[in-house]
């Protein structure tokens, strides 16, 4: 069994920073495609960013390209997800996710979530 544990989330002002990370239990870690998705209060679950097995390949939400950044090291089984310039409106609870098929398709296996409050 998979299983997926982010942490680093809190409470920050607006144009603040935070890195939210997510360790995996997986031996085959590294031929996942992660993803990071957040849901925000009274709102469906949306799609953040994603990476694919090998960083090669990245995708980002329109709403935080040139903020957000997702990379990962297969050696510690970690994904990040660096946010910058957050926004009052980045507030959610903040979810990794892995495609074991290494795509970002099939979000197979969640974390438990971590809340990112920004305060305007």
């Known amino acids: 069994q998979v299983q997926l544990v982010e942490s680093g989330g809190g409470l920050v002002q607006t144009g603040g920073s935070l890195r939210l990370s997510c360790a995996a239990s997986?031996?085959?870690?590294?031929?996942?495609?992660m993803g990071w998705f957040r849901q925000a209060p009274g709102k469906e679950r949306e799609f953040v960013t994603a990476?694919?097995?090998?960083?090669?390949?990245?995708s980002y939400s329109d709403s935080v390209k040139g903020r957000f950044t997702i990379s990962r090291d297969n050696a510690k089984k970690t994904v990040y997800l660096q946010m910058n310039s957050l926004k009052p409106e980045d507030t959610a609870v903040y979810y990794c996710?892995?495609?074991?098929?290494?795509?970002?398709?099939?979000?197979?296996?969640w974390g438990q979530g971590t809340q990112v409050i920004v305060s305007s």
């Open positions: 996710a892995a495609d074991p098929r290494g795509g970002n398709q099939w979000w197979y296996y």
């Open positions: 997986a031996r085959t870690f590294s031929s996942f495609g």
């Open positions: 990476i694919s097995w090998s960083s090669g390949s990245t």
